[in-house]
Structures are given as C-alpha cells and as structure tokens.
C-alpha cells in the first residue's frame, strides 16, 4: 500500500524557516516524481513546486520560487520544502503528492498544517 | 501560466441527479487534465486522468471528457457520497495548475 507522511508542520513567524519532509512508503520510490501542493484555509488547492526522480528536472510556483527549495534522498525515500523567508500567505497544508508517469497526482499524504503568524 | 476556470463554483443536488461540471482552459492543453475529489479535512483524491480515463477503484458513475480547453466532469447519478469539492488540474506544462474548485452539496 502506498503511504506518504508529512511532518516538520508547524507555528513559526514571518520571516522564519521550517523544512517539511514526506516519508514515502509502498512503492519504488526512486522511479517516481514528487510534488509539494499547499491549500490555504478555507481555500483551493495550489501545486507549489515539483521534482523528478532523479532531481534533475525541479520547477516552482511563481509564489514561491526563490523563497522555497524542493529536494528528495532516494535511499531514505524521503521528499522535502525547505522553506525560507516565510510570510503569512504561506500559511496552508502542505500535501506531498506521488506524480505518476503522466504527471497526476495519483497518491497523497494526509498533509501537514504550516502558520506563518507573528 | 496556464489558467484553469471550473464552473459553477457550488451546486446541490439531489441523489439519483446527473451532475456535471465544467473546466475551461486559458490555453490548450491536450488532454493533460485530471479530476480529483476532496472531502472536508480530508487529502485530495483523484478520480480521472487524460481528461477521460478513470482511476483505478473509483465508482463507474464518474466520467470525464474534452479536449483542447474545454472538458467536464459528469457523475451519472448522484449518490450521497459525492459530496465535496472537485477540482481540475492540468499537466500540459511542467508548471500544474489547479482549477477553483466546485462545491457539491446533496439536497
């Protein structure tokens, strides 16, 4: 069964850094493509930022390009955001999402809930 | 950026209603669409790629079709288990873009 777990969410304030990570299970993690899509309160979803297997393709919203930096380990099957120079309109769940091998995201963690709040 | 508009934004409906909703594209994108459903508090899950194929496990009555810029999502006959939010997303670029989502509430 295919399983992702965020973690690293948390209450931080504007300005700040916080790095999430999404630990990958029950599938071959290493021939799959990852994303990071965030949906603000009360609000619709937004893709943030993509990765291919092997890093060597990254793309990034607008929104966040500069600011946050999308990595994956493949011998830790672990994906992450490192997120930097964070402001309020950051303040989402953050959902990792597997890509399958036409770009939806056919698997999705239960997300983790990131507030950029002074 | 490649611009996705869903319409109507909210409806409700009653079980046994044929549903559907509609995804316009600001530029064409083939058939590089997906649907997914959301339930409150819940993750997104998807229910149709390349604009018409469904997603393993998902029930028959959902169906997607279109091309170009213009697709839709139907759900033959409502159940009561339908109710969430859909939202479309396209993958023609690397740069994905979701839609704002359709609010589908049950009478």
Redesign the interface.
Known sequence: EVQLVESGGGLVKPGESLRLSCAASGFTFRTYAMNWVRQAPGKGLEWVSSINFSSSDIYYADSVRGRFTISRDNAKNSLYLQMNSLRAEDTAIYYCARLSGNWESDHWGQGTLVTVSS | ?IQMTQSPSTLSASVGDKVTITCRASQTISN?L?W?Q?KPGK????LI??ASSL?SGVPSRFSGSGSGTEFTLTISSLQSDDFG?Y?C?Q?FT????????TKVDIK
């Open positions: 950026d590089y997906a997914y959301q993750a997104p899950k998807l790629y390349k997603e939010t939202y997303q993958y690397y740069l994905l873009t979701f839609g704002g989502g």
